[in-house]
Nanobody, 125 residues
């Protein structure tokens, strides 16, 4: 259940925009809480943004607030992360994730039981 397939990513220059997508099985985004995490080389996985349920409350890390937006795509079974004003420190492997909404914290990677395969985002200064 909750198989997540990511697309997007790539190499851009600082200040550019990029959109990541996470396609899931039907009803995933109404049954689970979803989030985007990222992990740079040699670093811990850190939270980026989350959505409590489809169309529910959203949460953002302070480092991306005002620049990144998490939203459900037109396909309804696609979760997107729109990244704007990208910085070099945004360079990381990005993962979408899903978890049961009861208990846990939106920012805790270990609370998420399902993960996408990851997609690399590289931002050159």
């Amino acid at each position: 259940q909750a198989q997540l397939v990511q697309s997007g990513g790539g190499s851009v220059q600082a200040g550019d925009s990029l959109r990541l997508s996470c396609a899931a099985s039907q009803d995933t985004y109404t049954k689970y809480c979803m989030a985007w995490f990222r992990q740079g080389p040699g670093k811990d996985r850190e939270p980026v943004a989350a959505m409590y349920t489809s169309g529910g409350s959203t949460y953002y890390a302070d480092s991306v607030k005002g620049r990144f937006t998490i939203f459900q795509g037109a396909g309804k079974n696609t979760l997107n992360l729109q990244m704007s004003s990208l910085r070099a420190e945004d360079t990381a492997m990005y993962y979408c994730a899903a978890r049961l909404c009861v208990g846990g914290n939106w920012w805790a990677p270990h609370d998420y039981g399902f993960w996408g395969q990851g997609t690399q985002v590289t931002v050159s200064a």
